[in-house]
């Protein structure tokens, strides 16, 4: 059985950083694209990163480009988001979710996990 | 990177059909045939209930359809049950490895 469990979320104030973490099991890691996705409370979805299998190909959502980084350790089955310069506006649910298949241009992502919470606030 | 733009809202009665459309633009809808669709209840991950358009995953009930016409994208859930109630999200392809979602659409049960 897939499992997606993301790990590194709390309370951070504006400015600082956090890295966020997805454990995955019951599949091989190393031959999927993975996606970050966030729920800010009481609101929709928003996607803010995917990465393919080898780190080839690697895409940001504007709100987030140049203060995100995504990467991958398949070799720890591990997805992170290195996230800086914080802003009160990144708080949300932070998902993992798996591609379909290595590319990036996967026609579905699922499952995903139950998030990790991202609170920025001073 | 603008939202694709949903109804907020959508409402019918057991038995019913209902449709929600998801339009986008000639970057991300209208370029690709990579449109999916998730079904979100209250306090729970997404679910994916339909891909490339028109695709069901394995598994997935055959009550959900979906469509594409130009930029406009189209999910319709036919003979309604009150477990279908919860909120539904359209997702595309945008190009440069970069995707966007619906702005969320609200299904009651009347």
């Known amino acids: 059985e897939v499992q997606l469990v993301e790990t590194g979320g709390g309370l951070v104030q504006p400015g600082r950083s956090l890295r966020l973490s997805c454990a995955a099991s019951g599949f091989s890691f190393d031959d999927y694209a993975m996606q970050w996705v966030r729920q800010p409370p009481g609101k929709g979805l928003e996607w803010v990163s995917g990465?393919?299998?080898?780190?080839?190909?690697?895409g940001y959502a504007d709100s987030v480009k140049g203060r995100f980084n995504i990467s991958r350790d398949n070799a720890k089955n591990s997805l992170y988001l290195q996230m800086n310069s914080l802003r009160a506006e990144d708080t949300a649910l932070y998902y993992c979710v798996k591609g379909e298949f290595g590319d990036l241009r996967s026609r579905w992502f699922d499952p995903w996990g139950q998030g990790t919470l991202v609170s920025v606030s001073s | 990177q603008s939202a694709l733009t949903q109804p907020a809202s959508v409402s019918g009665s057991p038995g019913q059909s209902i449709t929600i459309s998801c339009t986008g633009t000639s970057n991300d809808v209208g370029s690709y045939n990579l449109v999916s669709w998730y079904q979100q209840h209250p306090g729970k991950a997404p679910k994916l209930i339909i891909y490339e358009g028109s695709k069901r995953p394995s598994g997935g009930s055959n009550r959900f359809s979906g469509s594409k016409s130009g930029n406009t994208a189209s999910l319709t859930i036919s003979g309604l049950q009150a477990e279908d109630e919860a909120d539904y999200y359209c997702f595309s392809y945008a190009g440069r490895d970069t995707f966007v979602f619906g702005t969320a659409t609200k299904v009651t049960i009347l």
């Open positions: 990465i393919s299998w080898n780190s080839g190909s690697i």
